[in-house]
């Protein structure tokens, strides 16, 4: 991987399980390819920025 750097993001618990299912259910190598590809496809849309991230979803109220 180019350029790849190891990091510290702080997730919760469900967050790291959302991640880790999808990666198993997709065949990807791991949960932070998970997370990565989420983020590219963030980049790769910037014009759902505003709905990705603006929008309020309160999952832990």
Known sequence: M????EQTVMLKDRQM???QEMA???????????LRCLID???????E???I???IRCNDC
């Not at 198993?24 to 998970?34: E, M, N, P």
């Not at 496809?41 to 014009?47: D, E, K, M, V, W």
């Open 53 to 55: 991230f603006t929008e």
């Open 17 to 19: 399980a959302y991640l």
């Open 2 to 5: 180019s350029g790849a750097q």
């Open 24 to 34: 198993d259910k997709h065949g990807l190598a791991d949960a932070s390819k998970a």
């Open 49 to 51: 920025e505003s709905r």
């Open 41 to 47: 496809f963030s980049i790769s849309n910037a014009a």
